[in-house]
Every structure is written in structure tokens, then in C-alpha cells.
């Protein structure tokens, strides 16, 4: 199972495009709230998630999405259970995605030392991403890691995780199906 973790002041466009996209490959996937079921997002749409993170079973998860948004992200990285779950995909080499402002908790946990990464360009952020070697792409796949600018680069987000979990063929034919090029 894939999660998208969802809390206060997320990103709507980084959170809901990748869900979407991601059913449609027919890829297990849910939004899951760090608190309350019903999550507001940065524009005060209300999200009810899927579960909550006292839901997640650790040995469920194949991949975990983190969207931006402030003060969305800062409230992610705030949550000891999402950190411990972070730190266990980390370790295991599993599926680890951060859009916008989010690659800055995995630079804090110091994730991203030695890989190429791009986040939201913002210097406040970029200076999170300790040791990590910091590009201008729109979406980055370093190993187990995608990372991506921003709120403009959802799409492109999403069919890359679909590319990583799902190859090449699937994301193209979805791609096309939706009628995005790139």
C-alpha cells in the first residue's frame, strides 16, 4: 500500500493529483491524516482521509507520498510516527516521495546526503536539504527517492512514482490516456 500522509495546511494539487493518478494505474493507495479524520488544506478545502496514522500497520506499507504546503509540511514533520515510518522506508529502500516544501524532512532526517534532489526552489527550504547535491528539475528519481518542485509539477509527480512502481509502458499509456505531455 502506498499513503499519502495528509495534515494541516497540505497542499491540495500535491496531495490529490498523485491519489488520483495513482488509482487510476490500479495502484493500491490512501490518504491517511496525521490527527483528525477531516484534514483542511492550506485554501481550507476539507479532505476526509482514508485512515488515520494509528490505522497504519508499519508492515503494510510499500511506499509512503509527503505533499507541501505550508504550514502542511512543517506539521508532517512534527509527527514522531510519520518520522519513525519515514526512517523505516528509508532503511528498507522503499518508496519515499516529497513534492514542494516536503523534501525538507528528509533532508532534516538527513535522507538526502550524497543524492540528487530538487524541492520548491526557496532557500529556507533548500537549506533543509543537508548535504544532498540540489538540481533544477521538475521531479527528481534518486534510487528509491522522487522528489518534485511544486504545486505546477503534480502531474508530472505522480506519473513518475506510476513509473517507478509500475514502469515505463503503464505511465505512458496513463499519460496519454489523460491526454498530459510533458
Do not use: H
Not at 66 to 76: A, D, F, I, K, V
Amino acid at each position: 500500500m502506498i499513503y499519502i500522509f495528509l495534515a494541516p495546511g497540505f497542499e491540495e494539487i500535491e496531495a490529490v493529483v498523485p491519489r488520483d493518478i495513482l488509482k487510476k494505474a490500479n495502484i493500491d493507495v490512501n490518504t491517511v491524516s496525521i490527527g483528525e479524520t477531516i484534514v483542511e488544506s492550506t485554501k481550507g478545502l476539507k479532505v476526509v482521509s482514508d485512515m488515520t496514522i494509528n490505522e497504519v500497520q508499519i508492515e503494510s506499507i510499500d511506499g509512503i507520498i509527503l505533499p507541501g504546503g505550508m504550514p502542511g509540511t512543517n506539521n508532517l514533520g512534527k509527527c514522531e510516527k510519520l518520522i519513525d515510518m519515514i526512517k523505516i522506508c528509508a532503511e528498507k529502500k522503499l518508496l519515499i516521495a516529497a513534492i514542494c516544501a516536503a523534501p525538507s524532512i528528509l533532508g532534516k532526517l538527513g535522507i538526502l546526503s550524497g543524492k540528487d534532489t530538487c524541492c520548491f526552489p526557496d532557500t529556507e527550504i533548500e537549506k533543509c536539504l543537508v548535504g544532498a547535491k540540489i538540481n533544477n528539475k521538475n521531479v527528481n528519481i534518486c534510487e528509491n527517492i522522487i522528489t518534485s518542485k511544486g504545486p505546477g509539477t503534480a502531474f508530472q509527480f505522480a506519473f513518475s512514482i506510476v513509473e517507478y512502481l509500475r514502469g515505463t509502458q503503464v505511465s505512458q499509456k496513463l499519460s496519454a490516456g489523460m491526454q498530459f505531455s510533458q
